[in-house]
């Protein structure tokens, strides 16, 4: 039996075998999505679709093929299986055509999910498209945020959750950290942060943001106080129409996916994800129209389908206008998305230039398009990395780093429990959460956390990097830190897929480990604990913050 569910048991051996077919994969996913849009003729706001971007957390494509080329590697090498199953019944016929290719069409695919009916997708969709855009528009006219700039401005892309600003106003800046104190007054002046809202769907989120951003001590540029009604109604429009635009499914393989990728893109039809990417287009197509002079322009750029809005409403309502995309982030290379292709700048759906924050940035690997514009730029939220002082601990600690994925975090936590009956009583167990959390909102989203024999931490990550003998994670960029600065890292093994390994091979080998078994995890901990403290790496990983990289980031040409 063969279990390709999400939640399903590989083997460790299986685990292993499409982690290291996954690079592979990948390039034949970046293929097909690239066959995809010039088969289908897709431009303009049709690139808005999740099916056409590569995002693996928007879409389910990669993953897919990824179970896909386990089951057809097995085949090949003339196994057979009484039982395949499935989760996914948009991978049915795919399962089977590959089962009657290689004569094993006598298993059985096992599959008890039903396909989610077309109206009630449709449905759901219209009524969260309804009350979220009807909540966009009363909140932001209610706390009255259209704030027209008078002078030109550089236009700053970021994020704002419901506690990014606090009660006296200070905004917690968690994407360009610090980058301010390089710029003089002027240049502070000149900046307009227009975000991208995150979670703020109830009116008590709406109230928790809105009601500070007028007090906050950074201009904003809120979108959902541009746009108009018109807007909203033309986003909506597009949103029902731009889904059928995909038609011809490209095969990849040899295998027929259209089943799943039609089915992504009805997923979409009315959705109110959808809505709001487009609505991003027209948002910079307002700002043009009401005459706002934007000079520069900072995408934090991650090539998901907001940031193909924005640069191409760039470079059509504001043409002279050079657009400097920002990655300043590290994360697993399945995140395919983050390595810019070449189709994608044939498009011009990407920045003017791409600034990464280290010669481990993701537009730099070797699957990202050879002919990007790409600097190497401050690593503003990693700079704290260059003033880490180790020291060492009479009582060794190790650290679980949880991510902010809900189902690592839970496998973390299992891991954790089992650790606390197995090291020796003088070592410490601390649990770190997502800083996106609250330790209360954490709690409720992962209920076996509050186990008292747990320790919960409210240090930050400084704090910790510089005490701690060894961190146990997964996904996270804190597993990058902790290895720049001489922390050996475990990063737990997916026995349910691919396993999300952020650290990029710059890093010696000896620093980091995946574990798929207790066994291998204490091993590599009792290996870590008696080894000799390792030097830091942050040099070669991240780019030092200083004034000239800063200002060629965060300032117009005609200030330069």
């Known amino acids: 039996m063969l279990d390709l569910r999400k939640n399903g048991q590989l083997s460790m051996a299986d685990a292993m075998l499409i982690a290291e077919k996954e690079p592979e994969v990948r390039y034949q996913y970046t293929e097909m999505v690239a066959r995809l849009i010039k088969e289908n003729h897709l431009s303009g706001l049709a690139l808005l679709l999740n099916v056409t971007c590569r995002n693996p957390y928007q879409s389910e494509l990669l993953d897919a093929l990824c179970r896909l080329s386990l089951l057809k590697h097995h085949l090949q090498q003339g196994k057979r299986f009484p039982t395949v199953k499935l989760d996914n019944p948009f991978l049915v016929d795919a399962v089977a055509q590959l089962l009657k290719q290689y004569d094993n069409d006598d298993c059985t695919i096992d599959c008890q999910i039903r396909k989610p009916k077309r109206l009630s997708v449709l449905l759901v969709n219209l009524v969260k498209s309804v009350y979220c855009c009807l909540s966009d528009l009363f909140w932001s006219r209610y706390y009255r945020l259209k704030i027209k700039p008078s002078q030109p401005i550089l236009f700053i892309d970021t994020f704002l959750m419901s506690n990014s600003i606090d009660a006296d106003g200070h905004y917690r800046d968690r994407y360009y950290t610090g980058h301010e104190k390089f710029l003089n007054s002027a240049e502070k002046?000149?900046?307009?942060?227009?975000?991208?809202?995150?979670?703020?769907?109830?009116?008590?989120?709406?109230?928790?943001?809105?009601?500070r951003v007028k007090s906050a001590d950074v201009n904003f540029l809120i979108q959902e106080a541009w746009l108009e009604f018109g807007d909203y109604l033309y986003s909506f429009y597009q949103s029902l129409l731009l889904p059928f635009k995909v038609q011809k499914v490209p095969a990849v393989e040899g295998m027929d996916l259209s089943a799943l990728i039609k089915k992504e893109?009805?997923?979409?039809?009315?959705?109110?994800?959808?809505?709001?990417?487009?609505?991003?287009?027209?948002?910079?197509?307002?700002?043009?129209?009401?005459?706002?002079?934007?000079?520069?322009?900072?995408d934090w750029q991650e090539n998901q389908v907001v940031d193909r809005a924005l640069n191409m409403a760039f470079k059509t309502y504001y043409p002279g206008t050079t657009?400097?995309?920002?990655?300043?982030?590290?994360?697993?290379?399945?995140?395919?998305?983050?390595?810019?292709a070449e189709f994608e700048q044939e498009l011009d759906t990407l920045p003017d230039v791409i600034h990464v924050m280290g010669r481990a940035g993701h537009a730099l690997r070797a699957d990202a398009a050879k002919s990007l514009n790409t600097r190497l730029s401050p690593a503003f939220r990693f700079s704290y990395l260059f003033d880490v002082k180790r020291r060492s601990s009479e009582e060794p600690i190790i650290l679980v780093s949880l991510p902010i994925t809900i189902s690592e975090c839970d496998k973390l936590i299992e891991a954790a429990l089992v650790l606390l009956d197995s090291l020796d009583p003088g070592l410490t167990l601390l649990i770190k959460p997502h800083p996106s959390y609250t330790t209360e909102h954490?709690?409720?989203?992962?209920?076996?956390?509050?186990?008292?024999?747990?320790?919960v931490t409210e240090l930050n990550m400084k704090q910790l990097l510089e005490q701690i003998a060894v961190m146990i994670s997964s996904t996270s960029s804190s597993c990058v830190e902790a290895v720049?600065?001489?922390?050996?890292?475990?990063?737990?093994?997916?026995?349910?897929?691919?396993?999300?390994?952020?650290?990029?091979?710059?890093?010696?080998?000896?620093?980091?480990?995946?574990?798929?078994?207790?066994?291998?995890l204490l091993g590599f901990i009792d290996d870590a604990l008696k080894r000799k403290a390792h030097s830091p790496i942050v040099e070669q990983l991240f780019q030092p913050v200083d004034e000239a990289g800063t200002k060629a980031l965060f300032t117009c040409p005609q200030q330069d």
């Open 484 to 520: 720049a600065v001489g922390v050996p890292v475990a990063i737990i093994g997916n026995l349910s897929g691919v396993t999300m390994n952020p650290i990029p091979d710059l890093v010696p080998a000896e620093l980091f480990r995946v574990f798929y078994n207790n066994q291998q």
């Open 323 to 340: 657009v400097h995309g920002y990655q300043g982030f590290m994360v697993p290379e399945y995140y395919a998305c983050a390595q810019p």
């Open 265 to 298: 893109a009805w997923a979409q039809v009315g959705s109110f994800e959808l809505l709001k990417v487009v609505s991003k287009y027209r948002f910079i197509r307002r700002l043009a129209k009401q005459q706002v002079v934007i000079c520069g322009a900072v």
């Open 442 to 455: 954490f709690f409720q989203l992962v209920p076996k956390a509050r186990n008292s024999r747990l320790n």
């Open 189 to 211: 002046q000149k900046r307009w942060f227009a975000p991208t809202l995150i979670s703020i769907r109830k009116p008590a989120d709406y109230r928790a943001v809105f009601s």
